[in-house]
């Protein structure tokens, strides 16, 4: 074989090619530039990141709180509540360390398409299993104490334990029907895909207020009004009528750390709410700037607000899980020492019930 031939032939091939086609004929400077940038993967990742550890470090800020709290006189304190309260802590952690899953599993895994599906079912039924979790001992904990602070004495606990079990069971239907619009709705995947806004949009945006902003105010109202009147209660009564025992500098601080816990809660819902609305407004007005980074900022945003807004819930549990002695009583927020007259009024109620040890 020549080499001087197939030099030469060589050559002549690629001037050919050359003049035939001249697109092919750049210079240096009109190479696209190659260089890295960002993908959508890794900005949402980036995401999470941010919005993840502010609102994990302020859940756990809460619940060591509420912990220290239940620790207090734990002899006094109520069996069932306490159920409640940890049934809170681990569903939110449950649901803090899913949601943190779901959203880095492909560091997790070799992300292999047949995957993907089996992780976003798996993610979608770990939520809405987690929050149906919380539904029901948000039920229980309102069931358990409504009576108690309303000065509702006619209780009884079959009732009670009927009446649970139903709002245990419409709370796991509530977060089923709630979770169910996210297979179609809100996936990374068709908003990757759809960058338009369509009817169905305007739907989800709705849906996405309604799911977590709605519930939150209505849940963090409730718990503040349970406060408040709590509180005013037992500033104008004897400090004896709060559920734990201690002295008045435990009491007060207790009460005050509760408050402060509240207040800090609102501030920063209805801030995160605020910005949250201006962003959603921003995507309807300008659908070319509604990246599936925004969608998953909301997202985050909202799944974490909601999550915060629980933890409410668990202070005012161990503020209010006291034993029913104090709170229960015929004379509502005062103090009462005579403890048997309440059971007295149980016997008279419902003469076939035995005095329930829960009270003694």
Same mark, same amino acid.
């Given at each position: ?32 530039? &190659? ?41 006094? #304190? ?9 049934? %809170? ?32 079912? $798996? ?8 929050? @149906? ?6 039920? $229980? ?5 409504? #009576?108690?602070?309303? !000065? ?5 606990? #079959? ?53 977590? %902003? /709605? ?9 503040? &009004?349970?406060?408040?009147?709590? &509180?005013?209660?037992?500033? #104008? ?18 009460? !005050? ?18 910005? /949250? ?16 980074? !925004? ?13 915060? @807004? ?11 899980? $006291? ?32 005095? !329930?040890?829960?009270?003694?």
């Amino acid at each position: 074989m020549d080499l001087t031939t197939t030099e030469t032939f060589t050559t002549d091939m690629m001037e050919d090619i050359l003049t035939t086609s001249p697109t092919l004929s750049m210079n240096v400077s009109d190479v696209p530039d &190659i260089s890295p940038t960002p993908t959508p993967d890794v900005m949402c990742s980036k995401v999470v990141t941010m919005t993840t550890i502010p609102m994990l470090g302020l859940a756990i800020v809460i619940n060591c709180i509420t912990l220290a709290m239940v620790s207090c006189d734990p002899k006094k #304190r109520n069996t069932r509540s306490n159920i409640y309260a940890a049934s %809170f802590f681990i569903a939110e952690i449950f649901y803090a360390l899913n949601t943190l899953v779901a959203h880095y599993h492909r560091y997790f895994f070799s992300t292999p398409e047949q995957y993907e599906n089996v992780i976003a079912h $798996g993610y979608l039924f770990m939520e809405f299993a987690s929050r @149906g979790a919380m539904a029901i001992s948000l039920g $229980g904990v309102l069931i358990d104490r409504y #009576r108690a602070i309303f !000065n509702v004495t006619s209780y009884c606990p #079959r009732q009670s334990l009927c009446v649970s079990c139903c709002y245990a069971l419409a709370g796991w239907l509530l977060a089923l029907l709630l979770a169910v619009p996210f297979l179609a709705g809100l996936t990374d995947y068709w908003y990757s895909t759809y960058h338009s806004l369509r009817p169905f949009d305007v739907y989800t945006g709705v849906h996405t207020a309604i799911v977590y %902003f /709605l519930p939150l105010l209505v849940f963090s109202l409730a718990y503040n &009004i349970l406060m408040c009147r709590l &509180i005013s209660c037992s500033s #104008r009564q004897s400090l004896d009528s709060f559920a734990a025992k201690g002295n008045h500098r435990q009491r007060a601080t207790r009460r !005050n750390l509760a408050t402060v816990m509240i207040v800090t809660v609102i501030a920063f819902v209805f801030t995160w709410l605020l910005y /949250l609305s201006v962003r959603v407004i921003e995507g309807y007005f300008k659908p070319e700037d509604f990246q599936p980074i !925004n969608i998953a900022a909301l997202r985050l945003a909202g799944n974490y607000v909601a999550y915060l @807004g629980l933890s409410v819930c668990s202070v005012l549990v161990c503020v209010l899980c $006291g034993d029913y002695k104090s709170l229960d009583s015929h004379r509502g927020c005062s103090c009462c020492s005579d403890n048997q007259n309440f059971v007295t009024k149980i016997e008279q109620a419902w003469p076939s019930s035995k005095p !329930n040890p829960y009270y003694v």
